[in-house]
Nanobody, 124 residues
Framework: QLQLVESGGGLVQPGGSLRLSCAAS????????IGWFRQAPGKEREGVSC????????NYADSVKGRFTISRDDAKNTVYLQMNSLKPEDTAVYYC?????????????????WGQGTQVTVSS
């Protein structure tokens, strides 16, 4: 069955970096646009970044622009989120998700396939 698995989360100090990975199985990732989302305690899940099927088009939430970079490696069936200059407010569970059709790719409602999430904690 379709599966997305996130990895790469952990504890990092403010200003540090992490790279999250989203590996797909059961389907070919290059058929889908991929989004990264995050959810902090007491808050709704929010879009962080997304990338088109081709990898040409990317989008970022205002809060992460200039700090995060999304990319995909279809040969490895994997999407990455490079997170630099991390801030405490970036602390959340990060999820990747896949959709075959995306009009507003930072919207949670557009996605059907979700990973289980990986915890990112930014703290000194």
């Amino acid at each position: 069955q379709l599966q997305l698995v996130e990895s790469g989360g952990g504890l990092v100090q403010p200003g540090g970096s992490l790279r999250l990975s989203c590996a797909a199985s059961g389907f070919t990732l290059d058929y889908y646009a991929i989004g990264w989302f995050r959810q902090a305690p007491g808050k709704e899940r929010e879009g962080v970044s997304c990338i088109s099927r081709s990898g040409i088009s990317t989008n970022y939430a205002d809060s992460v622009k200039g700090r995060f970079t999304i990319s995909r490696d279809d040969a490895k069936n994997t999407v990455y989120l490079q997170m630099n200059s991390l801030k405490p407010e970036d602390t959340a569970v990060y999820y990747c998700a896949a959709t075959g059709l995306s009009f507003q790719c930072l919207r949670v409602a557009e996605y059907d396939y979700w990973g289980q999430g990986t915890q990112v904690t930014v703290s000194s």
